[in-house]
């Protein structure tokens, strides 16, 4: 409780340090979206927050819908004038728009936690990332790594589920994830060596989009430490593969970081080693912590609906059993795994681990009769169509076949974000995933040790406890 009194308290200094400009903010006219802003320079942050603490992120969204306007209202968070675009058409304006009205927008804690050695933005770092990240995360550069990704949750499912009666769910699917990315981003993959990046890597995670008080003891404050560490870190492992590299002991395909030293920009410039370093630094967190979370409601889901459990261990099955002694997952395997998918789709429409994101505008401009200023925050949420009837029925029940055939409309299901700005790691994330529920449901089947656990959402959803469950092995396994 303690906690949460100081966590208040922290935003609402933040609030007052962000923000007093606001206090003087002349409105530039024009017909602004309906809504208010809220307390005087807290504006509505505590009630955005605190809806999701107590597990129903959508209720701000949907509440402010039903009373202002289901396309657009007008908000104040994080000491910012916002607009809150809703729907499948406010995804579409914001995505289709990027960098013409729009840009990416976070919070200046993010900056302090990654500033970058070069002097540009979090914002120009990303269109970089964006151009370079493709041809890596692509399905043909990807198949390559199944084999290494099945190897890999062998090794963890032995590790950390065989042989127990009961495990914390969260905390080995974070386990799981973040060794793969550590292997396939920079080629780390001994269990010791992983585990000594992953407290620095969960304090950084805790303090990115914390209050940027950096006061010994605050989360921000552990996660500037946290960055420095795992950035020396990552500088020695760059010095040694260029290293490796030139005595022709490493493959310039093995990883992300081979591609990233042996890749130069338009002008024939190649990134130095600390740029390299934040950028890795970036992907990891990225290319952990949301996948985690999706793989622990795959489990909680799972658990709770036996028929879909069935589905999926049929499925599986039949795959599990055309492989010769020892043979790999590969690219054909993970094509069959069509229900899988449609159930992990589920769960990702029901639980997005991303809940929205921010955007800013970069000139004034309008949409849906309203103007918006240029200098506003826009916020998009998943769950404004993911959990509104009119886009998903009965949007409170578990049902997979909402995506067969094309699935979903356009815009409406939007984990990965949407158009221009689909998440770049999202066929990672798929065949992570699907790894994952392979070798899950071939072991066990299991149980949640708490019926009701509270789902809290901060800033992805997580169950309150872990979730812990208990597991009962196939007999033929």
């Not at 000139?363 to 998903?392: L, R």
């Amino acid at each position: 409780m303690e906690l949460f009194y100081v966590s208040l308290l922290s935003l609402f200094v933040l609030c007052v340090s962000l923000s007093l400009h606001f206090l003087f903010y002349k409105n530039k006219g024009g017909n602004l979206p309906p809504g208010k802003t809220g307390w005087p320079v807290v504006g509505e942050s505590l009630e955005f927050l605190s809806t999701g603490w107590k597990g129903h992120p959508e209720k701000f969204i949907f509440d402010r819908m039903a009373k202002y306007s289901s396309h657009v209202f007008r908000t104040s968070l994080l000491g910012e004038q916002a607009a809150v675009f809703c729907g499948a058409a406010g995804n579409k304006f914001l995505f289709s728009n990027e960098n013409k009205l729009v840009q990416a927008w976070w919070p200046d804690s993010v900056n302090k936690v990654f500033p970058s050695s070069t002097q540009t933005s979090s914002k120009e770092e990303a269109i970089k990332m964006r151009k370079m990240l493709p041809n890596f995360l692509k399905p043909e550069a990807l198949q390559r790594y199944i084999g290494i990704m099945d190897t890999i949750a062998q090794r963890h499912f032995a590790a950390g589920w065989e042989n127990k009666d009961q495990v914390l769910v969260f905390p080995l699917a974070k386990r799981y994830t973040f060794w793969l990315a550590c292997r396939l981003f920079v080629s780390v993959e001994d269990p010791d060596h992983v585990a000594r990046f992953a407290d620095p890597f969960n304090m950084l995670a805790s303090g990115l989009i914390s209050i940027p008080i950096d006061l010994p003891g605050t989360p921000f404050h552990r996660a500037i430490k946290a960055s420095n560490f795992i950035r020396k870190e990552l500088v020695s492992i760059i010095k040694q593969r260029k290293i490796d590299l030139a005595e022709g002991k490493a493959s310039p395909t093995q990883d992300i970081l081979s591609h990233m030293l042996l890749t130069s920009d338009e002008n024939g410039k190649f990134m130095n080693e600390l740029d390299i370093a934040d950028k890795i630094l970036g992907l990891l967190i990225g290319g952990h912590d949301t996948a985690s979370s999706a793989c622990t409601f795959i489990v909680k889901y799972l658990a709770e609906l036996p028929e879909i459990y069935q589905g999926v261990y049929k499925e599986q099955m039949e795959i599990a059993k055309s492989k010769g002694p020892g043979e790999l997952l590969n690219w054909d395997d993970i094509q069959k795994m069509k229900y899988s998918w449609n159930v992990a789709c589920e769960v990702l429409r029901l639980a997005p681990p991303l809940q929205g994101a921010f955007r800013e505008a970069i000139a004034d401009f309008m949409y849906n009769g309203f103007s918006i200023p240029k200098g506003w925050k826009i916020y998009w949420s998943a769950n404004s169509t993911h959990k509104n009837p009119e886009v998903f029925p009965e949007p409170m029940k578990f049902d997979p076949s909402r995506f067969d055939g094309s699935g979903p409309a356009p815009y409406t299901f939007v984990p990965f974000g949407g158009g221009p700005r689909m998440c770049p790691g999202k066929e990672y994330a798929r065949l992570e995933i699907l790894v994952f529920m392979h070798h899950l449901v071939k072991r066990f089947k299991w149980e949640k040790v708490i019926p009701d656990e509270k789902i809290v959402v901060d800033p992805m959803p997580i169950p309150a406890k872990g979730l812990p469950v208990r597991l009962y092995p196939h007999k033929e396994a």
